[in-house]
């Protein structure tokens, strides 16, 4: 029986979930896990809760705007701190804080006492939190995890997301709001807050992959080195400066056109609702999970480079249907088509940087990564509206669906792509590369004899 348990546990780690033969990745994801479901509780209890205090659209803005302000504010320097402290200590120090902040707002919440400023306070905190988190996380993954497992690491984050954030995390806040009140649903999201700093708590320390050098004595200063450091290397780095302008054009053309005029597509050509519009986002979010999982299966493509750009380009294509389609489900089935184009590739790009970013750098360069992101979403939120007034929805789609694609043969061609992935492989394991000695690991076959 053993026998038979340890072989069908072995092939089971063999696959997409074979990060987790390792005891601190385990650690490290329950924390991610519960952040992730906390973030989807907290989504919609600030909204409710800013009904709740009377509030509208113009002050849900204001909440929104602290957070995505204290984010855009944070990233870069999040960079450089990923580089210089041992990540798990920015982690913790950011979970905790945003424990505290979201257990502050419950408390007022639940007293009858909340304002709408507290909310605003709280959500700049977590905002200023948050922009720690990513480059602390890609910084730290390399260090805890062999590099063949990095892919399979990247594809089951890829795939929590809309799972985790964007369909369990709601779906319970929904249900506490109905049962109880917005109050309640945020003290949850600080009990959830409270377990994945308890995970993280029981993650080792891992050493910092980072030269001792003579650095300026000014912490200032030396800060400022770094993030010039880090701009240097992205500019004079071909496949990173072409991908990360690529992402940028990317992020600017689609981002609007999904998230503010498919609504109005759905109403005013199809004649949906708000249920249709959710089928809509729900199929986006699947398509998201299923091409994470689904890419967290296969080895780094060789072609990996010229594969993550294409996909990224002609998986906006479908995006033309919507700007011609009435139905919802064609419109469903388009952005579903799209989720799996957008997530699948954002695996290959996780592991890539990971791979092959050195170590000293992974933070600032991931602080980079996010960056852009947040920059250029609101401003492709901005102009959808006033461009699809201008050119009409369906031109608005075309742009987006078919653009895309000329820029990924353009960022490839001129970054030399298909030279620099045959130049620099990652099909294959690198020579010495496992998981830091300071770190205890758990083999599958450990876990699956003492279950048995």
């Known amino acids: 029986m053993s026998e038979v348990t340890a072989t069908s546990g072995s092939r089971w780690m063999r696959g997409p979930l074979r990060p987790f033969r390792w005891g601190q990745y385990r650690l490290l994801a329950g924390s ?5 479901f906390a973030a989807g509780v907290w989504l919609i209890a600030l909204v409710w809760q800013v009904i709740a205090l009377g509030g509208g659209p113009t002050e849900l803005s204001l909440v929104s705007a602290a957070a995505a302000g204290g984010m855009v504010a944070t990233t870069l320097l999040g960079g450089v701190l990923a ?10 120090a950011v979970a905790g804080a945003r424990t505290v902040a979201i257990a502050a707002v419950a408390a007022l919440a639940v007293g009858d006492v909340l304002h709408l400023w507290h909310l605003i306070v709280a959500a700049g905190v977590i905002g200023l939190g948050n922009g720690f988190t990513y480059p602390a996380y890609s910084a730290m993954l390399p260090s805890i995890l062999p590099a063949e497992d990095l892919m399979a690491a990247n594809g089951v984050e890829g795939m929590l997301r809309p799972t985790i954030m964007q369909a369990a995390g709601p779906a319970l806040a929904s249900a506490l709001i109905a049962a109880s009140s917005p109050g309640a649903a945020i003290a949850v999201v600080a009990v959830l807050e409270a377990i994945g700093v308890a995970f993280l708590l029981l993650v080792r320390q891992v050493p910092l992959r980072r030269d001792k050098v003579a650095e300026p004595a000014h912490p200032v200063r030396s800060a400022v080195v770094d993030l010039k450091a880090g701009f240097v290397y992205m500019v004079r780095t071909p496949w990173l400066l072409a991908t990360l302008l690529f992402a940028s054009a990317l992020i600017l053309l689609i981002m609007g056109p999904v998230e503010v005029l498919i609504p109005f597509v759905i109403k005013d050509r199809a004649g949906g609702g708000p249920g249709d519009h959710a089928i809509v986002m729900a199929a986006f979010g699947v398509g998201g999970a299923i091409g ?17 750009n294409l996909f990224w380009g002609a998986g906006c294509l479908p995006l033309v249907l919507i700007g011609l389609s009435a139905n919802v489900w064609v419109i469903a089935a388009a952005v579903f088509v799209v989720g799996i184009c957008f997530s699948a590739p954002m695996v290959i790009w996780g592991t890539l940087l990971q791979r092959r970013v050195p170590p000293h750098m992974l933070g600032r360069v991931s602080s980079l990564d996010f960056f852009v992101s947040l920059v250029f979403m609101p401003v492709s939120m901005a102009l959808a509206g006033p461009v699809s007034s201008g050119i009409g929805l369906g031109a608005t789609f075309a742009v987006a669906g078919l653009v895309p694609t000329g820029i990924a043969v353009l960022a490839i061609v001129l970054a030399k ?4 992935e045959l130049a ?12 830091s000695e300071d770190i205890e690991v758990t083999p599958a076959k450990e876990l699956v004899g003492s279950a048995a």
């Open 32 to 36: 991610v896990t519960m952040s992730l």
């Open 424 to 435: 620099h492989p990652l099909d294959i394991k690198p020579a010495g590369d496992e998981p």
């Open 417 to 420: 792509m298909p030279k620099d």
């Open 83 to 92: 580089d210089r402290v041992p990540q798990r200590r920015i982690l913790l």
């Open 292 to 308: 994470s999982l689904g890419m967290a299966m296969f080895k780094m493509p060789r072609r990996y480079l010229t594969v993550m």
